[in-house]
């Protein structure tokens, strides 16, 4: 018998694209849906589905190992709302944190992957179960960077690197080689926006994975939401890591795109250097 696939899904059309590919894929699924951000619908894809609060490690990981589960995806966001109002913590997640110095995103997702591990299910990525969602190094619209939006993206790109060494956020607003904002807790819309009203003419963006990332944990992820975010704030161009950061339906996103005149570049570190 085919061992289901555990899905801890949080916000946006995410965890419902992976269901519906899981669905796809015959495999059997088993969802733990975060209250107050997982999609209703969800629930109608899952063989096996639990809600839980933000903290109730005990209660999704005993639901897990019920349903016969050993693979496991993370995926979808998680709102601001949730972890400062709505954060129950159990025994279990009380011993995950306590020995965290800060609570930086890597380190906690990284604790919580270690505890999963220790109890027998073993975190997949995200891009396992939808590796079309992966961008292929290179151009991915019509129009491409000229020469000085190159090199505010270069620079958008090691800024942004350098947030992901810090744990800090995974993006960067540039223009003339002047950083005008960089991502924290706010994330890349709220950071687009408040980048581009600093300039007077259409800025460059990077959206990059940290340099030592755990692709199973929190990947970042763009979409046709995205894009329009970046058209409205005026941005010019966007560099993304190819083959690492998630395009939500990647078809839309680039025609969005286009429409905008905005250039979307697949980059690796070396294309960035």
């Not at 639990?50 to 589960?69: E, T």
């Not at 960089?182 to 340099?211: M, S």
Request: glycine share 8%.
């Amino acid at each position: 018998m085919t061992r289901p696939i555990g899905l801890i899904a949080g916000n946006r059309s995410l965890p419902l694209m992976a269901a519906e590919k899981a669905r796809a894929l015959g495999r059997p699924l088993a969802v733990a849906a975060l209250a107050g951000e997982a999609a209703p619908e969800i629930r109608g894809l899952a063989d096996y589905f639990v809600s839980v609060k933000l903290g109730q490690m005990r209660v999704m990981i005993d639901f897990f190992l019920g349903a016969g589960v050993r693979d496991v995806v993370m995926i979808g966001g998680i709102s601001r709302e949730t972890i400062i109002l709505n954060y129950e913590p159990d025994e279990v997640a009380l011993e995950i944190t306590a020995g965290l110095t800060d609570f930086h995103t890597d380190k906690i997702l990284k604790a919580v992957c270690a505890r999963l591990e220790s109890e027998g299910l073993h975190l997949r990525s995200a891009a396992d179960l939808l590796p079309e969602l992966l961008p292929p190094p290179g151009l991915l619209t019509r129009k491409s960077p000229d020469a000085e939006m190159t090199a505010d993206l270069k620079v958008a790109w090691r800024i942004a690197k350098e947030l992901g060494r810090l744990d800090v956020g995974q993006c960067a607003v540039v223009s003339d080689r002047i950083t005008l904002a960089v991502e924290a807790a706010e994330g890349t819309d709220a950071t687009v926006a408040r980048g581009g009203a600093l300039a007077r003419k259409p800025v460059a963006v990077a959206k990059v994975v940290k340099p030592m990332q755990d692709l199973r944990l929190d990947p970042p992820v763009i979409g046709p939401d995205t894009i329009r975010a970046m058209a409205a704030a005026n941005v010019g161009a966007v560099a993304v890591d190819a083959s690492k950061v998630l395009v939500v339906n990647l078809d839309e996103t680039i025609r969005l795109a286009d429409e905008a005149g905005l250039a979307l570049v697949a980059w690796t570190d070396e294309s960035a250097s």
